[in-house]
């Protein structure tokens, strides 16, 4: 019977002495003593802490029958055989050893030999738990590859399938996939209504409403914010594609209860084809993309699959945006004022503020090109600053000359309406620069303004209240309701020209023009008429009573240092 290490009744020499306080002192190292049958002879505590058996149920026993997998249990044999017989020692390793309860143990393991005087050999298992580096390994590659709320694959790990995917495409050239976004349509009402925490909800719920629609061989991803990437392979063709988002659009039909209500859900779907429509991850990551913003012009809830004309829009609408960024760093942005005449008396009343882009190599960039750009892009609220800004900078040039009375009207889109701070960094630039409220005026057209909700009147009505002068442009081309005109704070309408152009041979047209002017006076505001630009259109819009007028007969758009000219020089010179 060997001697029990450990034990009470070992009396050890010196040198093993040494030998054991030294692993007696490493608590979180496991060592194992055995003989050469592979009975255990020694247990420390750190073995009973990694593999559950405390030291009286291990000694004695096979070390095979206590920690080795059953798979390994043929292969340890042999290797403690060799080391006995032929001195081939064992080399340390990074493996897996069972815990009493049946669940594997992730170690890292070496082991030693101890020789006797009297020949015998004592063997040691020197193990170190792996557990916290493996589990905090495994979190690791959680955090880095999967999405924290939804538990879906992230961008980077669907990147990679994809490539995985891709080449194994390229060996089999009938093999088609299939990249399809999926982008959820107004999410933001969602956080900016209800919060964030109920925005999280929602995309939590859409995720599993979309999973539980695919096949476990797609692959559902978020990409970020509420946008999803599903990928299919081995899909029945543009049919099964559209069998399938049927399902998906179906699945959030249903809706989702938020804080007690049901919201109802859409979504608006890209999709680029391997190999026709790219052949990289980048190509058909971002035809998808683009594909999916058709989708989204096209009135949201719809789904685009990419073409060319969709790339040339892309790279126009990107060549755009380039444009007015650069414009915006370079000062590149420029203002136009078209004066407004008082048709009871010639005089200018007022100016709009016309905005003008020029590209790095001077060329003019159309206003109805690069507004709708600036408000995709999100630049609007940047341009729409510099144009306050320069807005109140030309007033105080002003100040002293023959237009410091003159208002300047300066064109609001309705995505800066949003800006739940837009009269007041309005207000506050006007104080800034020592310039009274009336000396500055706001345009919208009709359709922005009917679309407003309740806190975007109240901006509007902030503005006039404090003596801001409150236009709609283009009024006559939506679809305005009197009763609700009558409750927006607006100071004066401005009749589209369209109107003027087909009212001199169209009795309609006239007809709408006169119920304009008359609904106009009625509600207490000033009529102004776009486009005269013949003397005839002058004489019609002061004889249905227009109060105002701007066109090319009076003046074309000018920049600001050619104002003096202008009224010096009379409006009679800028007659065509």
Same mark, same amino acid.
């Given at each position: 019977?060997?001697?029990?290490?450990?034990?009470?009744?070992?009396?050890?020499?010196?040198?093993?002495?040494?030998?054991?306080?030294?692993?007696?002192?490493?608590?979180?190292?496991?060592?194992?003593?055995?003989?050469?049958?592979?009975?255990?002879?020694?247990?420390?505590?750190?073995?009973?802490?990694?593999?559950?058996?405390?030291?009286?149920?291990?000694?004695?026993?096979?070390?095979?029958?206590?920690?080795?997998?059953?798979?390994?249990?043929?292969?340890?044999?042999?290797? !403690?055989?060799?080391?006995?017989? @032929?001195?081939?020692?064992?080399?340390?390793?990074?493996?897996?050893? $069972?815990?009493?309860?049946?669940?594997?143990?992730?170690?890292?393991?070496? !082991?030693?030999?101890?020789?006797?005087?009297? &020949?015998? *050999?004592?063997?040691?298992?020197?193990?170190? *738990?792996?557990?916290?580096?493996?589990?905090?390994?495994?979190?690791?590659?959680?955090?880095?590859?999967?999405? =924290?709320?939804?538990?879906?694959?992230?961008?980077?790990?669907?990147?990679?399938?994809?490539?995985?995917?891709?080449?194994?495409?390229?060996?089999?050239?009938? /093999?088609?996939?299939?990249?399809?976004?999926?982008?959820?349509?107004?999410?933001?009402?969602?956080? =900016?209504?209800?919060?964030? !925490?109920?925005?999280?909800? %929602?995309?939590?719920?859409?995720?599993?409403? %979309?999973?539980?629609?695919?096949? #476990?061989?797609?692959?559902?991803?978020?990409?970020?914010?509420?946008?999803?990437?599903?990928?299919? #392979?081995?899909?029945?063709?543009?049919?099964?594609?559209?069998?399938?988002?049927?399902?998906?659009?179906?699945?959030?039909?249903?809706?989702?209860?938020?804080?007690?209500?049901?919201?109802?859900?859409?979504?608006?779907?890209?999709?680029?084809?391997?190999?026709?429509?790219?052949?990289?991850?980048?190509? %058909?990551?971002?035809?998808?993309?683009?594909?999916?913003?058709?989708?989204?012009? $096209?009135?949201?809830?719809?789904?685009?699959?990419?073409?060319?004309?969709?790339?040339?829009?892309?790279?126009?609408?990107?060549?755009?945006? +380039?444009?007015?960024?650069?414009?915006?760093?370079?000062?590149?942005?420029?203002?136009?004022?078209?004066?407004?005449? =008082?048709?009871?008396?010639?005089?200018? %009343?007022?100016?709009?503020?016309?905005?003008?882009?020029?590209?790095?190599?001077? @060329?003019?960039?159309?206003?109805?090109?690069?507004?709708?750009?600036?408000?995709?892009?999100?630049?609007?609220?940047?341009?729409?600053?510099?144009?306050?800004?320069?807005?109140?900078?030309?007033?105080?040039?002003?100040?002293?000359?023959?237009?410091?009375?003159?208002?300047?009207?300066?064109?609001?889109?309705?995505?800066?309406?949003?800006?739940?701070?837009?009269?007041?960094?309005?207000?506050?630039?006007?104080?800034?620069?020592?310039?009274?409220?009336?000396?500055?005026?706001?345009?919208?057209?009709? @359709?922005?303004?009917?679309?407003?909700?309740?806190? /975007?009147?109240?901006?509007?009505? $902030?503005? $006039?209240?404090?003596?801001?002068?409150?236009?709609?442009?283009?009024?006559?081309?939506?679809? #305005? #309701?009197?009763?609700?005109?009558?409750?927006?704070?607006?100071?004066?309408?401005?009749?589209?020209?369209?109107?003027?152009?087909?009212?001199?041979? @169209?009795?309609?047209?006239?007809?709408?023009?006169?119920?304009?002017?008359?609904?106009?006076?009625?509600? &207490?505001?000033?009529?102004?008429?776009?486009?005269?630009?013949?003397?005839?259109?002058?004489?019609?819009?002061?004889?249905?009573?227009?109060?105002?007028?701007? &066109?090319?007969?009076?003046?074309?758009?000018?920049?600001?240092?050619?104002?003096?000219?202008?009224?010096? +020089?009379?409006?009679?010179?800028?007659?065509?």
């Amino acid at each position: 019977m060997p001697k029990k290490l450990g034990s009470k009744s070992a009396v050890p020499k010196k040198s093993e002495q040494r030998f054991y306080e030294l692993i007696e002192s490493l608590p979180m190292v496991a060592v194992q003593g055995y003989d050469k049958q592979r009975r255990v002879i020694y247990w420390n505590d750190a073995s009973r802490h990694i593999y559950g058996y405390t030291r009286e149920e291990a000694e004695g026993k096979l070390l095979e029958d206590l920690i080795i997998p059953e798979h390994m249990r043929e292969g340890v044999i042999g290797a !403690h055989q060799n080391w006995l017989n @032929n001195n081939e020692s064992i080399p340390a390793d990074e493996i897996d050893l $069972k815990h009493k309860d049946g669940h594997l143990v992730p170690v890292f393991s070496s !082991h030693v030999m101890i020789k006797q005087d009297t &020949g015998e *050999c004592e063997m040691f298992c020197i193990d170190i *738990c792996l557990q916290e580096q493996k589990t905090a390994k495994e979190k690791l590659h959680w955090m880095a590859n999967f999405d =924290d709320l939804t538990e879906l694959p992230n961008r980077r790990l669907m990147e990679f399938e994809l490539a995985a995917r891709l080449a194994k495409a390229e060996r089999n050239e009938n /093999q088609e996939i299939a990249v399809i976004f999926i982008d959820l349509d107004n999410f933001k009402i969602i956080n =900016d209504t209800l919060g964030h !925490h109920y925005g999280d909800e %929602l995309i939590t719920a859409v995720a599993e409403s %979309l999973k539980a629609e695919i096949r #476990s061989s797609d692959l559902l991803t978020r990409f970020g914010g509420d946008e999803f990437v599903l990928l299919l #392979s081995d899909f029945n063709g543009v049919e099964g594609i559209l069998e399938l988002i049927q399902r998906l659009v179906k699945s959030l039909e249903r809706g989702f209860k938020l804080d007690g209500l049901l919201y109802q859900v859409t979504a608006s779907f890209g999709i680029s084809l391997f190999p026709n429509d790219g052949k990289t991850v980048a190509e %058909l990551l971002g035809n998808a993309d683009a594909a999916m913003y058709q989708a989204k012009d $096209k009135g949201k809830n719809s789904v685009c699959f990419y073409t060319s004309d969709i790339n040339d829009k892309l790279q126009h609408y990107q060549k755009i945006a +380039s444009t007015l960024h650069n414009a915006l760093a370079n000062n590149m942005l420029q203002l136009h004022f078209q004066p407004q005449i =008082d048709l009871s008396d010639g005089h200018i %009343l007022s100016c709009e503020a016309l905005l003008r882009c020029s590209d790095s190599h001077s @060329n003019s960039v159309p206003p109805d090109v690069f507004i709708p750009v600036a408000e995709k892009s999100g630049l609007i609220n940047r341009i729409g600053n510099w144009v306050i800004e320069e807005a109140c900078k030309q007033l105080v040039a002003w100040k002293g000359t023959a237009l410091e009375n003159v208002r300047i009207d300066i064109n609001l889109s309705g995505k800066q309406l949003i800006n739940g701070h837009l009269a007041d960094e309005i207000l506050t630039s006007l104080h800034s620069y020592g310039l009274r409220p009336s000396q500055l005026g706001v345009e919208l057209t009709e @359709n922005e303004v009917i679309g407003s909700d309740e806190e /975007q009147i109240g901006q509007l009505e $902030k503005l $006039k209240n404090a003596g801001v002068h409150i236009s709609i442009d283009d009024f006559g081309t939506g679809y #305005s #309701s009197l009763v609700y005109l009558r409750k927006l704070p607006v100071c004066s309408l401005k009749i589209d020209r369209t109107f003027l152009v087909h009212a001199m041979e @169209n009795e309609s047209d006239m007809a709408i023009m006169k119920a304009i002017i008359t609904v106009g006076h009625s509600l &207490g505001l000033s009529v102004v008429v776009e486009g005269v630009e013949t003397s005839e259109q002058d004489k019609l819009v002061k004889s249905l009573g227009c109060d105002l007028a701007q &066109g090319y007969l009076y003046a074309r758009p000018m920049p600001a240092d050619k104002m003096p000219e202008y009224l010096s +020089s009379g409006t009679e010179s800028y007659v065509r």
